[in-house]
């Protein structure tokens, strides 16, 4: 049997076309800059639409030679709007070969109109949790559908669902004890319940369109990350790099290699699998 392709070869995303959700988050900014590196044509899909125009022009700048982008603005738990920012893709690229769904609820600060983010379970608000899954579990499976039905058409495609290490083990809740809530002196930091479950929810939702779609040359994998060092309390930092094996947290730009190898051709014989980059935290 020939082999087939170079290294560089395999992991070059030239005039594909990728959609990221969350693109103007701390790690969506990540994959989308790797993505436009690889040669692909990047739609930045945010909630926040200004940010990901901002984010656009700053990745126009650096790679417009070889790529196009565009910023489209999205509510990922809303079914319409997933349908728009589908088309809008479609209309101006004609295609979809990547989908990498990143968006997840973020909270700043813990404080929401719909309750504290960061509640204990017995005290857990309902509201908030319903918004979780509305966002990280039925948004994923909105945005699998609208653009699924996309590359069925097509007979290819690539998904990467983004999950986290609290999908799959329950969180250290050690690490954050006498860790203060800046925004909330009176609330300390944890992983709320919402959270983990939504994200473990993730992976089976991978498992399942994987070998939904493998007749249809459509592969589904989900990308697991560590947590990222974003500016947090030192003595978090402490805690959290003490109970990882390589001694520290992820610097935001150690996913960009992962997610590459995941939309690209080095990963043509892989679905269904969950790639854990976590600095060793789920070996113990």
Known sequence: MKRKGKIPEIFDLQGKVALVTGAAGLLGSEYADALCQAGAHVVLADQHFKAGQKLAKVLTTRYGGQTRIQAVQVDISREASVRRMVERTLNKFGR?????????LTVRGGTSTLGNYFEDFEE??????NKALAVNLTGVFLCCQAVGRQMVKQESGVIVNISSTYGLVGPDHRIYEGIENPHDKEQSINTPIAYSVTK???VSLTRYLATYWAPKNIRVNTLTPGGVNENHDTRFVANYASRTPLGRM?????????ILFLVSEASSYMTGANLVVDGGWTAW
């Open 250 to 258: 992820a610097r935001r730009e150690e996913y960009r290699g992962a």
């Open 96 to 104: 979809i070969d990547i989908l990498i769904n990143n968006a997840a």
């Open 124 to 129: 857990y608000p309902v509201a908030l949790w």
């Open 200 to 202: 473990g929810g993730v």
